[in-house]
Protein backbone atom coordinates (compact mmCIF):
# COMPACT_ATOMS: atom_id res chain seq x y z
CA UNK A 1 0.00 0.00 0.00
CA UNK A 2 1.51 3.22 -0.79
CA UNK A 3 2.37 6.22 1.77
CA UNK A 4 1.05 9.06 1.10
CA UNK A 5 2.64 12.86 2.35
CA UNK A 6 0.60 15.94 1.66
CA UNK A 7 2.61 18.89 2.56
CA UNK A 8 0.43 22.19 2.84
CA UNK A 9 -2.74 20.23 4.16
CA UNK A 10 -4.51 23.11 5.63
CA UNK A 11 -4.58 25.48 2.71
CA UNK A 12 -7.35 25.11 0.18
CA UNK A 13 -6.46 22.38 -1.89
CA UNK A 14 -5.02 20.30 0.52
CA UNK A 15 -7.30 20.61 2.97
CA UNK A 16 -9.89 18.68 0.15
CA UNK A 17 -7.39 16.31 -1.08
CA UNK A 18 -5.75 14.62 2.06
CA UNK A 19 -9.77 14.10 3.25
CA UNK A 20 -10.21 12.47 -0.34
CA UNK A 21 -6.70 10.70 -0.59
CA UNK A 22 -7.82 9.36 2.56
CA UNK A 23 -11.27 7.89 1.67
CA UNK A 24 -8.98 6.06 -0.83
CA UNK A 25 -5.99 4.78 0.81
CA UNK A 26 -7.05 4.32 4.17
CA UNK A 27 -6.86 7.31 7.01
CA UNK A 28 -3.46 5.66 8.40
CA UNK A 29 -1.92 5.65 5.19
CA UNK A 30 -1.52 9.64 4.37
CA UNK A 31 0.12 11.80 6.42
CA UNK A 32 -0.90 15.46 6.67
CA UNK A 33 1.46 17.97 7.16
CA UNK A 34 1.29 21.96 7.63
CA UNK A 35 3.62 24.91 9.22
CA UNK A 36 -0.32 25.42 10.85
CA UNK A 37 -2.19 23.42 12.74
CA UNK A 38 -5.12 21.82 10.26
CA UNK A 39 -8.34 21.37 11.40
CA UNK A 40 -10.36 19.19 12.92
CA UNK A 41 -11.54 16.69 10.28
CA UNK A 42 -7.47 16.10 8.96
CA UNK A 43 -5.74 15.99 12.63
CA UNK A 44 -8.56 13.20 13.51
CA UNK A 45 -8.97 11.20 11.07
CA UNK A 46 -5.12 10.24 10.59
CA UNK A 47 -1.78 11.32 11.19
CA UNK A 48 -0.63 15.10 11.04
CA UNK A 49 2.31 16.41 11.65
CA UNK A 50 3.75 20.46 11.77
CA UNK A 51 6.48 20.83 9.17
CA UNK A 52 8.09 24.20 7.54
CA UNK A 53 8.21 23.03 3.96
CA UNK A 54 11.41 24.79 3.86
CA UNK A 55 13.25 22.65 6.95
CA UNK A 56 14.28 20.05 3.98
CA UNK A 57 15.95 17.99 7.01
CA UNK A 58 12.82 18.03 9.10
CA UNK A 59 10.60 17.16 5.78
CA UNK A 60 13.09 13.96 5.27
CA UNK A 61 12.70 12.84 8.65
CA UNK A 62 8.72 12.80 8.16
CA UNK A 63 9.21 10.91 4.53
CA UNK A 64 11.15 8.41 6.45
CA UNK A 65 9.04 7.70 9.72
CA UNK A 66 6.12 6.83 8.04
CA UNK A 67 7.82 4.94 5.34
CA UNK A 68 6.07 7.40 2.58
CA UNK A 69 6.39 6.75 -1.12
CA UNK A 70 4.13 9.58 -2.28
CA UNK A 71 4.36 13.32 -2.10
CA UNK A 72 1.99 15.86 -3.04
CA UNK A 73 3.60 19.29 -2.12
CA UNK A 74 1.27 21.72 -2.19
CA UNK A 75 2.48 24.52 0.28
CA UNK A 76 2.81 27.77 -1.73
CA UNK A 77 2.32 31.90 -1.62
CA UNK A 78 -0.74 32.71 -3.57
CA UNK A 79 -0.10 35.50 -6.61
CA UNK A 80 -2.09 38.44 -4.34
CA UNK A 81 -0.10 37.65 -1.27
CA UNK A 82 3.32 37.02 -3.41
CA UNK A 83 3.31 40.26 -4.76
CA UNK A 84 3.00 42.36 -1.59
CA UNK A 85 6.32 40.33 -0.16
CA UNK A 86 8.02 39.10 -3.50
CA UNK A 87 11.27 37.41 -1.91
CA UNK A 88 10.18 35.61 1.13
CA UNK A 89 7.68 34.41 -0.89
CA UNK A 90 10.18 33.03 -3.77
CA UNK A 91 11.87 31.50 -1.22
CA UNK A 92 9.03 29.35 0.21
CA UNK A 93 6.99 28.57 -3.16
CA UNK A 94 10.80 28.06 -4.62
CA UNK A 95 12.89 26.48 -2.06
CA UNK A 96 10.55 24.24 -0.87
CA UNK A 97 9.88 22.43 -4.33
CA UNK A 98 13.84 21.80 -4.62
CA UNK A 99 14.05 19.98 -0.95
CA UNK A 100 10.78 17.75 -1.59
CA UNK A 101 12.51 17.22 -5.30
CA UNK A 102 15.24 16.11 -3.52
CA UNK A 103 13.98 14.07 -0.87
CA UNK A 104 12.56 12.33 -4.02
CA UNK A 105 15.61 11.82 -5.43
CA UNK A 106 17.88 10.64 -2.92
CA UNK A 107 14.83 8.07 -0.82
CA UNK A 108 13.65 6.92 -4.49
CA UNK A 109 10.10 7.86 -3.92
CA UNK A 110 7.41 6.83 -6.31
CA UNK A 111 5.62 9.44 -7.22
CA UNK A 112 5.79 13.44 -6.53
CA UNK A 113 3.08 15.83 -7.35
CA UNK A 114 3.34 19.36 -7.53
CA UNK A 115 0.85 22.19 -8.81
CA UNK A 116 1.48 24.52 -11.13
CA UNK A 117 -0.73 27.17 -12.43
CA UNK A 118 -2.55 29.47 -15.48
CA UNK A 119 0.05 32.03 -13.51
CA UNK A 120 2.93 30.95 -15.92
CA UNK A 121 1.39 32.39 -18.86
CA UNK A 122 1.76 35.64 -19.42
CA UNK A 123 1.23 39.09 -21.90
CA UNK A 124 2.23 37.70 -24.79
CA UNK A 125 0.60 34.51 -24.39
CA UNK A 126 -2.32 33.35 -26.69
CA UNK A 127 -5.41 34.66 -24.25
CA UNK A 128 -8.00 33.09 -25.61
CA UNK A 129 -7.90 28.82 -25.62
CA UNK A 130 -4.02 28.78 -24.28
CA UNK A 131 -2.25 26.06 -25.70
CA UNK A 132 -0.26 23.79 -23.83
CA UNK A 133 2.73 24.77 -25.51
CA UNK A 134 3.18 28.38 -25.88
CA UNK A 135 4.96 31.47 -25.06
CA UNK A 136 5.30 32.08 -21.27
CA UNK A 137 6.46 34.73 -19.84
CA UNK A 138 5.12 35.63 -16.37
CA UNK A 139 5.32 39.04 -14.77
CA UNK A 140 3.64 38.04 -10.87
CA UNK A 141 6.34 36.76 -8.42
CA UNK A 142 4.09 33.64 -8.01
CA UNK A 143 3.97 32.99 -12.06
CA UNK A 144 7.83 33.37 -12.02
CA UNK A 145 8.03 30.93 -9.63
CA UNK A 146 5.33 28.42 -11.25
CA UNK A 147 7.12 28.36 -14.41
CA UNK A 148 10.65 27.79 -12.81
CA UNK A 149 9.33 25.24 -10.85
CA UNK A 150 7.95 23.30 -14.16
CA UNK A 151 11.25 23.60 -15.21
CA UNK A 152 12.65 22.03 -12.47
CA UNK A 153 10.50 19.38 -12.46
CA UNK A 154 11.04 18.33 -15.83
CA UNK A 155 14.66 18.16 -15.13
CA UNK A 156 14.50 16.31 -12.58
CA UNK A 157 12.50 13.83 -14.35
CA UNK A 158 14.77 13.25 -17.27
CA UNK A 159 18.06 14.17 -15.09
CA UNK A 160 17.49 11.88 -12.49
CA UNK A 161 14.34 9.45 -12.82
CA UNK A 162 12.16 11.17 -10.18
CA UNK A 163 8.23 10.98 -11.56
CA UNK A 164 6.89 14.16 -11.45
CA UNK A 165 3.28 14.75 -12.34
CA UNK A 166 1.49 18.50 -12.52
CA UNK A 167 -1.26 20.31 -13.71
CA UNK A 168 -1.46 24.26 -14.24
CA UNK A 169 -4.44 24.92 -11.99
CA UNK A 170 -6.95 27.55 -13.09
CA UNK A 171 -8.65 29.80 -10.38
CA UNK A 172 -9.93 27.44 -7.88
CA UNK A 173 -13.54 27.44 -6.09
CA UNK A 174 -14.50 25.82 -2.73
CA UNK A 175 -17.13 26.39 -0.15
CA UNK A 176 -14.80 24.62 2.50
CA UNK A 177 -12.30 26.77 2.83
CA UNK A 178 -12.48 30.51 2.33
CA UNK A 179 -10.09 32.95 -0.28
CA UNK A 180 -6.32 32.90 0.45
CA UNK A 181 -4.60 35.89 -1.39
CA UNK A 182 -5.37 34.86 -5.02
CA UNK A 183 -6.15 36.85 -8.05
CA UNK A 184 -9.22 34.28 -9.07
CA UNK A 185 -10.31 35.03 -4.62
CA UNK A 186 -13.48 37.23 -6.27
CA UNK A 187 -15.32 33.68 -7.00
CA UNK A 188 -15.17 32.07 -3.70
CA UNK A 189 -15.51 35.18 -1.78
CA UNK A 190 -18.38 36.68 -4.03
CA UNK A 191 -20.90 33.59 -2.68
CA UNK A 192 -19.51 34.24 0.76
CA UNK A 193 -21.29 37.31 0.24
CA UNK A 194 -24.19 36.78 -1.51
CA UNK A 195 -25.28 34.39 1.66
CA UNK A 196 -24.04 36.97 4.40
CA UNK A 197 -24.77 40.15 3.10
CA UNK A 198 -26.77 39.96 -0.35
CA UNK A 199 -23.90 42.45 -1.79
CA UNK A 200 -20.28 41.94 -3.15
CA UNK A 201 -17.92 44.46 -4.53
CA UNK A 202 -15.75 42.61 -6.70
CA UNK A 203 -11.76 43.78 -6.85
CA UNK A 204 -11.70 42.57 -10.56
CA UNK A 205 -14.19 44.35 -13.35
CA UNK A 206 -17.12 42.66 -14.50
CA UNK A 207 -15.78 41.54 -17.67
CA UNK A 208 -12.43 39.71 -16.82
CA UNK A 209 -12.95 35.95 -18.31
CA UNK A 210 -10.48 33.59 -16.32
CA UNK A 211 -10.60 29.73 -16.63
CA UNK A 212 -11.95 28.74 -13.54
CA UNK A 213 -12.67 24.99 -11.64
CA UNK A 214 -15.44 23.89 -8.85
CA UNK A 215 -13.04 22.05 -6.12
CA UNK A 216 -14.30 18.65 -6.93
CA UNK A 217 -13.43 19.11 -10.47
CA UNK A 218 -9.69 20.03 -9.05
CA UNK A 219 -9.46 17.20 -6.61
CA UNK A 220 -10.49 14.54 -9.48
CA UNK A 221 -7.86 15.83 -11.74
CA UNK A 222 -4.89 15.63 -8.99
CA UNK A 223 -5.39 12.57 -8.48
CA UNK A 224 -6.31 11.14 -12.01
CA UNK A 225 -2.86 12.34 -12.78
CA UNK A 226 -1.46 10.73 -10.39
CA UNK A 227 -3.11 7.38 -10.95
CA UNK A 228 -2.08 7.78 -14.71
CA UNK A 229 0.34 4.96 -16.79
CA UNK A 230 3.77 6.69 -16.43
CA UNK A 231 4.21 5.47 -20.09
CA UNK A 232 1.01 7.47 -21.20
CA UNK A 233 1.94 10.87 -19.63
CA UNK A 234 3.82 12.92 -22.39
CA UNK A 235 4.21 16.46 -21.21
CA UNK A 236 7.18 16.41 -18.09
CA UNK A 237 6.39 20.05 -16.99
CA UNK A 238 2.92 20.49 -15.99
CA UNK A 239 -0.41 20.15 -17.90
CA UNK A 240 -3.27 22.52 -19.48
CA UNK A 241 -6.46 22.24 -16.97
CA UNK A 242 -9.21 24.60 -18.41
CA UNK A 243 -12.54 24.13 -16.13
CA UNK A 244 -15.14 26.60 -17.53
CA UNK A 245 -14.46 30.31 -18.64
CA UNK A 246 -16.58 32.91 -16.88
CA UNK A 247 -16.25 36.44 -15.67
CA UNK A 248 -17.52 38.27 -12.74
CA UNK A 249 -20.85 39.51 -14.17
CA UNK A 250 -21.78 35.92 -15.46
CA UNK A 251 -21.30 34.50 -11.87
CA UNK A 252 -23.63 37.40 -10.68
CA UNK A 253 -26.26 36.71 -12.80
CA UNK A 254 -25.56 33.31 -11.96
CA UNK A 255 -26.36 34.09 -8.42
CA UNK A 256 -29.33 36.30 -9.36
CA UNK A 257 -31.17 33.34 -10.58
CA UNK A 258 -31.48 32.08 -7.08
CA UNK A 259 -31.49 35.01 -5.08
CA UNK A 260 -32.93 37.62 -6.83
CA UNK A 261 -31.98 40.41 -4.33
CA UNK A 262 -28.24 40.09 -5.12
CA UNK A 263 -26.24 43.00 -5.86
CA UNK A 264 -22.34 44.01 -7.21
CA UNK A 265 -20.52 46.55 -7.71
CA UNK A 266 -16.95 46.69 -9.28
CA UNK A 267 -13.68 48.23 -7.58
CA UNK A 268 -10.66 46.98 -9.39
CA UNK A 269 -7.91 47.27 -7.47
CA UNK A 270 -3.73 45.85 -7.82
CA UNK A 271 -5.23 42.37 -8.93
CA UNK A 272 -6.75 43.63 -11.87
CA UNK A 273 -3.51 43.59 -13.74
CA UNK A 274 -2.48 40.55 -13.08
CA UNK A 275 -5.84 38.98 -14.31
CA UNK A 276 -5.09 41.24 -17.46
CA UNK A 277 -1.82 39.37 -18.12
CA UNK A 278 -3.65 35.93 -17.52
CA UNK A 279 -5.40 33.11 -19.77
CA UNK A 280 -9.30 34.05 -20.72
CA UNK A 281 -9.62 30.23 -21.72
CA UNK A 282 -7.21 26.85 -21.98
CA UNK A 283 -6.93 24.47 -24.08
CA UNK A 284 -6.36 20.80 -21.90
CA UNK A 285 -6.77 18.52 -25.20
CA UNK A 286 -3.84 16.75 -24.03
CA UNK A 287 -4.93 16.00 -20.67
CA UNK A 288 -7.95 14.63 -22.14
CA UNK A 289 -5.61 12.68 -24.62
CA UNK A 290 -2.86 11.55 -22.58
CA UNK A 291 -5.16 10.49 -18.57
CA UNK A 292 -8.71 11.33 -19.63
CA UNK A 293 -9.46 14.43 -17.90
CA UNK A 294 -13.15 15.30 -17.56
CA UNK A 295 -15.13 17.60 -15.68
CA UNK A 296 -19.16 17.26 -13.65
CA UNK A 297 -19.86 20.70 -12.56
CA UNK A 298 -20.12 24.14 -15.30
CA UNK A 299 -21.04 27.33 -13.41
CA UNK A 300 -24.93 27.34 -12.57
CA UNK A 301 -24.30 23.42 -11.22
CA UNK A 302 -21.44 25.07 -9.27
CA UNK A 303 -23.64 27.82 -8.32
CA UNK A 304 -26.42 25.66 -6.94
CA UNK A 305 -23.85 24.05 -4.23
CA UNK A 306 -21.84 26.57 -3.17
CA UNK A 307 -25.47 28.57 -2.27
CA UNK A 308 -26.45 25.97 -0.56
CA UNK A 309 -23.43 24.38 1.48
CA UNK A 310 -21.76 28.25 2.71
CA UNK A 311 -25.65 28.92 3.89
CA UNK A 312 -25.25 25.87 5.98
CA UNK A 313 -21.83 27.40 7.28
CA UNK A 314 -23.87 30.55 8.14
CA UNK A 315 -27.02 28.59 9.26
CA UNK A 316 -28.72 30.87 6.45
Given at each position: ?????????????????????????????V????????????????????????????????????????????????????????????????????????????L????????????????????K????????????????????????I??????????T????????????????????????????????????????SE??????????????AT????????D??????S?????????P?????????????????????F???????????????????????S??????????????????????
Open positions: MDKILVIGCAGQIGSELTLELRKMYGDSNVAADIRQAGEDICQSGPFEIVNALETDKVAEVVKKYGITQIYHLAAILSGNAEKKPLPSWDINMKGLLGVLDIAREKLKRLFWPSSIAVFGPSTPTNTPQQCVMDPNTVYGISKLAGERWAYYNKRYGVDRSVRYPGLISYKTEAGGGTTDYAVEIYYEAIKNHHYTCFLKTYLPMMFMPDAIKIDIMQADAKLTVKEYNIGGMSFCDDVFKSIKKQMPDFTIDYEPDRQAIADSWPQSINDDQSKKDWNLYVYDLDKMTEVMLKEVAKKFNK
